[in-house]
């Protein structure tokens, strides 16, 4: 039995069975290859009209529909994918082709101005976050610590005390799940250790604190910490994160790598740059030596 990871947008890769992909996802269809064109603009119009039958990966229809409408620009892509794995069918073929037009697909979403500068924000939140998640857990921890020192050392009556197990009851009233499976074993184990065994609420907070200080930072799915951390261009980003999503797509083979004029050509059609800005392949190939050299790391 053979597997291969299938890439799925917006997501992490799973692994599918190829009998499973090719009996249930996709249709029995003979494509053109009169052409490398015809061939991958066949294997798109196809695709499309599937996942609109489905309704699945919607965000990514816009991008096919415009590539059909820019063969031109398109042809020295298209010609790369054939001249290496040449013109496939649709059952039974490699799978590196649909893997390598599933990059091209989603790249007009994933690796634009505004997706990545959507994602350079969301990452700056998520630092702010967790700064402010260490602190708050901090401050709330010593206030918790507080308040119960005070109420036991100045023999204030506290009006009920929560425990630990009572704090996780409390928090899963609404969880049907939790209140059938979890609850009554939690609270027999309430019952059967006293409080000596387990940690104070107090201390429960505070080591939400220290969870979050010392896990990693967060790391984008698709797009390079280089590319989220680095000075923002349009072209340099497109560059990088579209040679990254290919470089870790399993059953690409390793030695495949689209040339520096067929990565401008999709540069410039992703991107939509204006005349007197067109990505050129002098463009590519300086980003990918600074890349080599570790520029980007």
């Known amino acids: 039995m053979i597997f291969f990871r299938y890439r799925r947008q917006h997501s992490r890769s799973r692994y599918f069975n190829v009998s499973e992909i090719y009996g249930v996802i996709e249709k029995m269809t003979s494509f053109s290859n009169e052409s490398p064109t015809a061939y991958c603009e066949d294997r798109t119009r196809h695709q499309l009209a599937d996942d609109k039958e489905v309704g699945i990966w919607m965000s990514r229809w816009p991008f096919m529909e415009k590539i059909l409408n820019r063969s031109l620009e398109m042809k020295h892509i298209y010609r790369e994918i054939c001249d290496r794995f040449g013109y496939p069918p649709q059952r039974g073929g490699n799978p590196a082709v649909l893997l390598i037009l599933e990059a091209i697909w989603d790249s007009g979403k994933l690796f634009t101005r505004e997706e990545i500068s959507k994602k350079r924000e969301v990452r700056k939140e ?32 506290p009006g009920g005390y929560a425990s630990l197990i009572d704090l996780v009851v409390l928090a899963g009233k609404n ?51 280089s590319v989220i951390d680095g000075r923002s261009n349009d072209f340099k980003d497109f560059v990088l994160s579209f040679d990254a999503d290919l470089d870790e ?49």
């Open 126 to 157: 998520l630092f702010t976050l967790r700064d402010e998640i260490i602190s708050l857990s901090g401050k709330l921890s010593n206030s918790m610590a507080r308040q119960r020192e005070l109420l036991e050392c100045e023999d204030f009556d």
């Open 175 to 225: 969880n049907g799940l939790f209140d059938n499976h979890v609850r009554e074993e939690l609270q027999g184990l309430d019952r059967e250790f006293d409080l000596k065994y387990w940690p104070s609420p107090e201390q429960l907070v505070d080591a939400i604190g220290v969870f979050e200080e010392s896990r990693p930072s967060p790391v984008q799915g698709y797009i390079p910490e």
């Open 249 to 297: 797509t399993h059953q690409i083979p390793c030695d495949f790598r689209f040339s520096d004029n067929a990565v401008a050509s999709l540069a410039n059609v992703v991107l939509d740059l204006p005349d007197n800005k067109v990505v050129t392949n002098d463009n590519v190939r300086v980003i990918r030596q600074r890349r080599k050299d570790g520029a980007y790391s």
